[in-house]
């Protein structure tokens, strides 16, 4: 008979028999796929030390090319707004301190004057302050002789009203110093905008600096508020150029949305790169484009030119 033994060493040796021919068959199998994973790895390495020498290199490049684009800077612009001066409005509160202060640099450079610096805030496209404005502009702050239009809403009323007082018409007597300060006042206590110079004069063009898209699910009326302000500022004076960086030219952003205007598009300037000197320098030069009565679209983004022409001056 077969004991109680005899099984147990037979199930042992099933086992350890098992046990050896995995062992066996992963060494075999093991090899061949741990040496064509270090084969990946160490491909990848090639193509990550690839990829960063490349990236060094661009960035070099793109260092180098900036470097020679505010070397040249004053030499483009030089004289293009010799007497002229420019109103810089920051149209949301993502647009750098270092953007206004370039972009202000890059205006003296060309002989142009800022005549002020002012920051719209959040409430002033959020359509819970149409009641407040509408109340403000048809009320008593508002100055003596500036005629709104009578059937517009509350963002045709206040771009109409600030485009006014802050824009000179060409060939037109200036504003009011006083009206400035009335409305730019009035429109702060409502917390839609804010002062950032020192003082605010009347301005022939104005720069409307922007970055990234309108969030929220009122961007699409935001926008147009915004719009609204643009079509003003550029009817009033001598022209309006909105500039801001790659994001605001998407179908969100207000470069884009003006881009997407077939008529605004005709008569305002877009620049989609302001935080390039290239970017900036279109930006200079697109508003003696405008005085000119000629618009562009400036920048990287599809269907732009690289920069404005040149005046023959600088050339």
Known sequence: MIDFRYHLVSLIAVFLAVALGIVIGTTQLNQPILNDIESQVTALEQDKRSLEDRTQALQAQLDTAEGFSEAVAPALVGGALAGRSVLLLAADEEVSLETVEQVTALVQEADGAVSGVLRLRPEYADPASATSLQSYVNGPGRPAGIELPEDGDADVLVASLLAQVLMTPPGGPAPDTAAISSVVSGLSSLD????????????????????????????????????????????????????????????????????????????????????????????????????????????????????????????
């Open 192 to 315: 839609v905008l804010r002062q950032e110079s020192s003082s605010v004069a009347p301005a022939d063009y104005a720069v409307v600096l922007t970055s990234g898209e309108t969030q929220g699910d009122d961007a699409e009326t935001r926008n147009a508020t915004l719009v609204e302000l643009v079509r003003a500022l550029d009817a009033a004076g001598s022209g309006a150029v909105v500039s801001g960086d790659g994001a605001s030219a998407r179908e969100a952003g207000l470069v884009g949305v003006v881009r997407a205007d077939p008529t605004l598009a005709t008569a305002v300037s877009t620049v989609d790169n302001v935080g390039t000197p290239v970017g900036r320098i279109s930006t200079v030069l697109a508003l003696g484009r405008e005085a000119e009565g000629t618009s562009g679209k400036y920048g990287t983004g599809e269907d732009t030119q690289p920069v404005p022409p040149v005046p023959a001056a600088a050339q």
